[in-house]
Every structure is written in structure tokens, then in C-alpha cells.
């Protein structure tokens, strides 16, 4: 079963907007993931926020979690045409001893130039 | 490597076939993953490989569905009797820290068709 749910699960944006995506998950989480797939094969990880923090930034990339509302969300700013992808998150969860990630069904998003 | 390999990239099979899928991850890297992705669907963890630890197979759909690593290195997948409701991509990752606490490295992953 799936711990993560993204909304939306599609987004289409004019070039220069910003893309927000969201992910929810069910259960106490030890970190999550943000991942960006292209054309349906490799998985490229994009930024990872611990549970004790609560904002993060990469470039244009800025990720928030709330664990007391079990979501985080991924906002693109400044968008590209290149930017089109699938986007996916992915959690551990806190007591899991494998660390393997848990990932949503992704939100997949369309940049128009 | 430079990255995480996986071959074949694609693989087309009659149904009732064995298939063999290989994974070369990043050298050192310690963790090895398998997840499935079927068509327009999130990733679908099937096993975990960390150092010489015996492997999380929690996810495996099937007894068809096995996976070793030798050595600490080269992991295989093999999917036993194919049906079709077994074609997807097959993605491997790997990574060099402990399990979960950074991003994995993917591999391109191997799309696997059974007919």
C-alpha cells in the first residue's frame, strides 16, 4: 500500500508560473523525499526535509513539512519548459528498520512555454 | 560506475517464461532496492538489500518473484512462470548511507513486456 498521496495528480502551467504539488502520508515518517521522473524510467532525487525541520530550499526548489498535518509540498518556482515531469514524494517512516522509501502515486507536471 | 545500471532496458517475454533482470549499483554503495512501476502508478517497493544483512523481501508480489546479490555488488531479479500482469518497469536503486536517511540513486530501469 501506498503511504503518500499527491494533489494534484496533474498540473499544467504557462512558463515563469510557479508549480505547487502536495503530498500527504499516513503514518510518523523519519524523513521525505522529493523525486522528479522523466518519461516513465529513472528517478532523480531532488531534496530530502528531516521530521525536525520544517522548511528547506534547493535552488528553485522550496519544501515545507507540517507533521502535525502529515503533508509537505513542493513549490517550483519560476518555472521552465524543462520542468515537465512527474514529481514524486517519498517517506521512511520512524520506526521502519530498512529505510526504504514509500512513495505516492506522483503529480505529473505539464510546462508550457 | 558513475551510476546505477541496469539491463536489459527493455525486455519483451512469452507468458509462462522466466526472466532475469540485473542491477550493477553504484560501486560501494551498500543498500540495494527493487520497486516495480507499472504504467502511470507510483513505485512499488519489492526488496532491500543493506551490507551482508538478510534481505527485507516484504514486498515481493509472489513466490515467482526472487532476487539475490552476490558479493555485495551486482544484485539479480528473477521473475519465475511470467504473466502479464508482471510488466512494468523495474527500477534499482542504490545508495552509500544508511538506509532511508539520503536520496537514493536510481537506475534507468528495465521495462519488462510479457505477451
Known amino acids: 500500500s501506498q503511504q503518500g498521496e499527491e494533489d494534484p495528480q496533474a498540473l499544467s502551467i504557462q512558463e515563469g508560473e510557479n508549480a505547487t504539488m502536495n503530498c500527504s502520508y499516513k503514518?510518523?515518517?523519519?524523513?521525505l523525499q522529493w523525486y522528479r521522473q522523466n518519461s516513465g524510467r529513472g528517478l532523480v532525487h531532488l531534496i530530502l526535509?528531516?521530521?525536525?525541520?520544517r522548511e528547506k530550499h534547493s535552488g528553485r526548489l522550496r519544501v515545507t513539512l507540517d507533521t502535525s498535518k502529515k503533508s509537505s509540498s513542493l513549490l517550483i518556482t519560476a518555472s521552465r519548459a524543462a520542468d515537465t515531469a512527474s514529481y514524486f514524494c517519498?517517506?521512511?517512516?520512524?520506526?521502519?528498520?530498512?529505510?526504504?522509501?514509500?512513495f505516492g502515486q506522483g503529480t505529473e507536471l505539464s510546462v508550457k512555454p | 560506475g558513475a551510476g546505477v545500471s541496469q539491463s536489459p532496458s527493455n525486455k519483451v517475454t512469452e507468458k509462462g517464461k522466466d526472466v532475469e533482470l540485473r542491477c550493477d549499483p553504484i560501486?560501494?554503495?551498500?543498500?540495494l532496492y527493487w520497486y516495480r512501476q507499472s504504467l502511470g502508478q507510483g513505485l512499488e517497493f519489492l526488496i532491500y538489500?543493506?551490507?551482508?544483512?538478510?534481505?527485507?523481501k516484504s514486498g515481493l508480489p509472489s513466490d515467482r518473484f526472487s532476487a539475490e546479490r552476490t558479493g555485495g555488488s551486482v544484485s539479480t531479479l528473477t521473475i519465475q512462470r511470467t504473466q502479464q500482469e508482471d510488466s512494468a518497469v523495474y527500477l534499482c536503486?542504490?545508495?552509500?548511507?544508511?538506509?532511508?536517511?539520503?536520496?537514493?540513486?536510481f537506475g534507468s530501469g528495465t521495462r519488462l513486456t510479457v505477451v
Open positions: 517519498a517517506t521512511v517512516m520512524i520506526y521502519n528498520q530498512g529505510g526504504k522509501l514509500i
Open positions: 538489500f543493506q551490507g551482508n544483512s538478510a534481505p527485507d
Open positions: 526535509i528531516r521530521s525536525n525541520e
Open positions: 536503486a542504490s545508495s552509500s548511507y544508511l538506509a532511508g536517511t539520503h536520496g537514493y540513486t
Open positions: 503514518t510518523s515518517i523519519n524523513n
Open positions: 560501486s560501494g554503495h551498500t543498500a
